[in-house]
């Protein structure tokens, strides 16, 4: 296996977590790993509720969103999520990427050289935020529930280890809507990603969630 190549394609498998995975829950950081999942008190029982409820209490949503690399470059752009199975994520220029799942298959795209990767949609992380219903306690452990002014965070790792990291969530209380969530990749690089002008219920144009591909051997929409 071309060595290079295959990094090329974990990085752009990465990109995909990174821009909606962050609803969809990854894998933990070794250490995380080797640790028992916490007992759970009330209260925090409560706030994961809570957020399960609000992942699950809406079948479109759009917004803006900003993501903030490790070395700190700044990408903004436009996302629509239309449950079940699709979702579009457009990084404004001059990040050349766009992810769009059309239900089964996930694309990453490179608008600048007319380049994409495609992984079947139940393969990828992605699956989980975008099925009809996502049951926290099945399909992620968590780590770890913090709040405070308002604010909850919740720490998770994704049972199946899809991919080496872990997420961290950010919910407002008060607005009763996710503000940001945190990618911390395996080797503690973190990635944030947070939301702003968040719509639910607005109805999306099925448009969005057709990307036209052009590779050899690979899916045509």
Not at 115 to 135: C, F, G
Not at 157 to 182: M, R
Request: cysteine-free; aromatic content about 8%.
């Amino acid at each position: 296996m071309d060595f290079k190549l295959d990094r090329r394609a974990r990085r752009r498998r990465h990109i995909a977590a990174i821009a909606l995975s962050g609803l969809a829950f990854l894998a933990s950081m070794p250490l995380a790993a080797a640790d028992k999942p916490p007992a759970l008190t009330p209260e925090q029982t409560a706030a994961v509720n809570e957020i399960g409820d609000y992942i699950n209490g809406f079948r479109t949503l759009q917004g803006d969103f900003t993501q903030t690399s490790p070395k700190g470059i700044v990408s903004k752009g436009v996302f629509y999520l239309s449950k079940p199975g699709k979702m579009r994520f457009e990084y404004s220029p001059p990040n050349p990427f766009i992810i769009v799942s059309d239900g089964t298959w996930v694309t990453i795209k490179n608008r600048a050289k007319d380049q994409a990767d495609q992984y079947p949609l139940s393969q990828t992380p992605l699956r989980l935020v975008l099925d009809d219903d996502v049951n926290i306690y099945k399909e992620a452990d968590i780590l770890d529930v913090q709040s405070g002014d308002g604010l909850v965070t919740v720490t998770l790792e994704d049972k199946k280890k899809i991919v080496p990291g872990h997420l961290i969530l950010s919910y407002d209380e008060k607005q009763k809507a996710l503000q940001q969530w945190i990618v911390v990749d395996g080797q503690g690089r973190r990635t944030t990603v947070s939301l702003e002008n968040v719509v639910a219920g607005v109805q999306t144009d099925p448009k969005l969630f057709v990307i036209k591909v052009n590779r050899g051997g690979g899916k045509k929409n």
